[in-house]
């Protein structure tokens, strides 16, 4: 029982994770994928929005915004920024 649920559910996370690879090839996937992210990171206290999401081919992300606000309005927003994930050391727990 426990082998099946692991085939299956490596099975559905490797689907999303191709679907997810392939939507960042187009604006439209970009854009979904970071309004995903902004609903994650957000509460009902606080609301985070990420603007111009992209990658390049070696993993580095850009983001042409990042805001954070609340209540009283936005109190933080950093423009063109990018990160430069080492990949092996995130996928590895390192």
Do not use: N
């Amino acid at each position: 029982m426990t082998r099946r649920y692991l085939a299956i559910t490596s099975s559905i996370l490797l689907a999303v994770l191709t679907v997810a690879a392939f939507s960042l090839t187009t604006q439209p996937g970009r854009d979904l994928l970071a309004r995903g992210i902004s609903w994650l990171v957000s509460s009902p206290e606080q609301r985070v929005s990420l603007v111009g999401l992209d990658i390049d081919r070696r993993g580095t992300i850009f983001a042409e915004q990042i805001q954070v606000e609340d209540a009283r309005g936005a109190w933080i927003c950093v423009q063109r920024v990018s990160i430069t994930p080492h990949w092996r050391r995130v996928l590895s727990g390192a």
